[in-house]
């Protein structure tokens, strides 16, 4: 944990915002370099000059952007990938063939998609359980043979939260890790590592980053092992490590997560708690309203910092839901999150066939705008939607 002159350690908020207390010694610049080279020259007697020889393992400005999310994760080492699905993809193939995993059956389409693909070519065993259902997992372990428990919390698109600790617990007794997907909930929220978590995994696309701008993908480990090692070999034989200038954009864009993500939690709180029981919604989803069926676990995982993420559920057709979408002006129609702007999707038409979604579902990214804008965004266009 980096400290201050006095030996005094420093709060994650000045970790971030100063890059780790980054300052280039030649010059004293205080934002960091981007380090753009494919190759590097070895030295007079031919041994490298650094630990790097080829872009593709990594490279300074790289790995000055592991270190500021390993930080701030709790973690032992952090890896970037060129996307999150890249990230989650190199994890799953270091598994052994044929090992088992447990998986909730609501989760980012993506991995879902990747999972059962999995599952049906034989390459791994997969065991899906209702999301948040820590007694259904329990049921689904094989002791002694499953490897791996997948969570995310909270579930996309419905935010459906589960406890962490719990299930690190029904992982651990069973012989297995278990991996987090808490990129809605990123580090200044949830901290997954310390609740017990082997791997925590992040679309770093999304608050990471927060600019829309990068597409990245970042797991970091608690305690490194041979598959920690085997996803190193794969990124390196892949070629899918972050480039460097994705790098310098991610760490430009965590200096400021901290003061991101506390207004975009306090905003969507805000909304949910506006549109709560409104006349033309079925129901608002949001872990941060004391209704919510999580609200006790998520308050006790993001220390009330619940995020930026909601869903909304309209009366009417399926119809009415996408022209709500459309009708938004300041709401982009989008698909994403956690950018500084906000962004609207209805999630069955982008989910596509074999997600369980319900069709009058809209996803809610809330940006840094100011909330009672967004709120009278989303009054209009429910209003047209509805005739």
């Not at 992040?202 to 305690?223: F, I, M, P, Q, W």
Request: hydrophobic share 40%; net charge negative.
């Amino acid at each position: 944990m980096t400290t201050d002159r006095r030996n005094r350690p420093l709060a994650p908020a000045t970790r971030l915002a100063q890059a780790l207390h980054h300052v280039e010694a030649r010059t004293g610049a205080v934002t960091p370099a981007i380090q753009p080279s494919a190759t590097y020259a070895r030295g007079p007697d031919y041994a490298p000059r650094q630990p790097y020889i080829y872009r593709r393992d990594s490279n300074e400005t790289t790995e000055l952007a592991e270190a500021v999310i390993a930080d701030i994760e709790g973690a032992t080492s952090t890896l970037l990938f060129a996307s999150g699905m890249s990230a989650a993809n190199a994890f799953l193939d270091a598994l052994p063939m044929g090992a088992h995993v447990v998986a909730p059956d609501v989760m980012y389409h993506g991995v879902l998609h990747q999972l059962r693909k999995h599952q049906s070519s034989g390459r791994l065993s997969v065991s899906f359980h209702p999301v948040g259902d820590l007694d259904a997992m329990r049921a689904a372990m094989h002791p002694g043979e499953t490897a791996l428990v997948w969570v995310e919390t909270p579930s996309n698109p419905d935010w459906t939260v589960t406890d962490i600790a719990a299930a690190a617990q029904i992982a651990h007794d069973a012989g297995a890790r278990l991996a987090t997907d808490c990129t809605a909930t990123p580090p200044p929220c949830t901290r997954a590592l310390d609740l017990g978590a082997d791997i925590s995994f992040h679309s770093a696309t999304k608050y990471l980053n927060g600019h829309s701008d990068v597409t990245a993908g970042a797991l970091s480990v608690r305690e490194p092992d041979a598959i920690w090692n085997e996803v190193a070999s794969i990124r390196t034989l892949q070629g899918t490590v972050l480039h460097s200038f994705d790098a310098w954009l991610l760490v430009r864009g965590m200096r400021t997560l901290m003061l991101r993500v506390e207004r975009q939690s306090a905003s969507a709180l805000a909304i949910a708690h506006h549109f709560q029981g409104h006349p033309l919604l079925q129901t608002v989803l949001y872990p941060g309203l004391p209704s919510h069926p999580g609200h006790a676990i998520a308050a006790r995982q993001t220390g009330g910092l619940c995020g930026g993420m909601l869903s909304i559920i309209t009366n009417g057709s399926e119809r009415t839901a996408i022209d709500t979408a459309r009708h938004c002006a300041l709401f982009y129609p989008a698909t994403s999150l956690g950018g500084v702007e906000s962004l609207i999707e209805h999630r069955k038409t982008v989910s596509g066939p074999g997600f369980v979604v319900h069709p009058n579902l809209l996803r809610l990214s809330i940006g840094i705008e100011d909330a009672s804008d967004l709120i009278a965004d989303l009054e209009q266009a429910l209003t047209r939607a509805a005739g």
